[in-house]
């Protein structure tokens, strides 16, 4: 046998192992007896990543098919992958809050041993999470967050210099790059405390390393879904997550700015600050963190800020382009707020609850994260059915399907932040909004995700009209290739002057 000939049986072969596999998955739903739509090689039924639809939008279209029917959940395939999507808030609530125990992880790879900067929080496991969970919730209270806000502000006054001096230039701009930059800045001299220099120098390493962390990861979408499958055998195999320049880049921050704090005992009220103390506590070694430990959560901070904060407000802009008596009504309000306390304090910001129902229904229409992920720790038998949902099973909320549906947001596309006055609010599920996810394992966050929109939001409608101009494209188009919700292209708007 000559050597092609040889390769190609061996090729041959690796397509039939591969293909028989998949067949063999595909029949998982069908044998379980759960609504399930067929499936087709090799996506399963979840596309994204690299096709022409965002995984959102394939979920969003199982959902509306069976949560009429009344199904509590129904199958589908990631890949050769069964995953169980969600269709019944009840039995959303068992998952993410009365249940937690049995789904308090989220199945994604990561390994402490050879590539520490991913085990962070968002990816960590077990009691591991929980300990870490808790040492990092006083980070993120109201008055951890009233100490930082100055320092947003200092920042958010540099992004309107910087708008100021972009639209002398051009008055249409692309806002979703921009955003970027001032969220970079934001979390950089927060989680880091260092000058990320962003806003002026828009190749700035964090900025660089920022766009490269989505958009050239190290492992393509199938590698990932292995590496979810079998993380026991990935961690033998000391596979990485995380690319070794940007581990690096992190790890070495991390490790100056400790350094530089310690020797000069420099206090900034920061998160760093926070982690630092954590590491020199005293008391025992449970309560404390180690160095490789501040890195991966000062990276995923600046990971999980960043994105979603940004994008959150690239939408923000969009629909108050779209909607200008919206627009006109939140800067009003911005406009009496600063009336009435004479500068933007903190006590300005807590006063302004329209401006925060416009990000609210920013976020129900455009959940950055479009869907939670949980993993079924022990097989679940489903309440009130004869159902179960097995072990090892990832499960997905779909947040953005739930949130669009018009059962709890009737005409739902329509942009109405009145559906968020306090009223409103109170007639609804609370499982109906779920951008920061929910339960134990929610958004860790929050409060500073909002601080942040709300700063930028405020930032830019005081001193800026904004509208539509020629490049502007709409409707926008979600970006297939995007691990969060993003809008392809980025997004053009006109930016006006409000002379004051
Ligand atoms: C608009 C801004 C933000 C949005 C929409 C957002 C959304 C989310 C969502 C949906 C989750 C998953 C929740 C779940 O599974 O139930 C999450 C988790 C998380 N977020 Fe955020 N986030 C935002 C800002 C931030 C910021 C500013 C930080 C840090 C400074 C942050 C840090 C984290 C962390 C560490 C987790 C993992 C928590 C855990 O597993 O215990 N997020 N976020």
Redo the contacts with the bound molecule.
Sequence with gaps: MDFLSGLAIVLISIVTIVYGYFKYSFGYWKSRNIPHEEPSFPYGNIKGFGTTIHSSLCIKRIYDKFKPTGAIFCGAYFFARPVAIILNLNFLKNI?VKDFANFNE?GFFYNEEDDPISA?????DGDK?KE??AK?TPT?TSGKMKFMFPTVVEVGKRFKDCLIDVVKENDELEIKELLARFTTDV?GT??FGIECNSLKDPNAEFRKYGREVFGKPRHSPLAGVFLGGFKGTARKLHIKNIRDDVSEFFMKVVRDTVDYREKNNVNRND?MDILIKLKNQKGNDKDKITLNEIAA?AF???L???E??ST?LTFCLYELAMNAEIQVKARQVIQEAYEKHGKFIYEMMLDMPYVDQV?QET?RKY???AN???YTKNTYKVPGTDDVIEKGTPII?P?LSIQRDPEYYPDAEKFDPDRFNSEAVKQRDAMTW?????????????R???M??RIGLVTILNNFEVSFGPKSTVPLVIDAKSAFLSPEGGVYLKFKPIQS
Aim: aromatic content about 16%; proline content about 7%; charged content about 10%.
């Design positions: 993410l989220r962070h929080l968002f990816a960590m999470w870490l969970r990092l993120f979390i927060c989680a998160f959560q995923v901070f600046f999980a800020g960043f979603t904060s959150t990000l976020l959940p950055p994260l939670l992920n949980r909320i947040a779920l951008p920061f996810g929910e339960g134990p394992r929610n958004c860790i966050g929050l500073f995700g909002m942040q929109a």
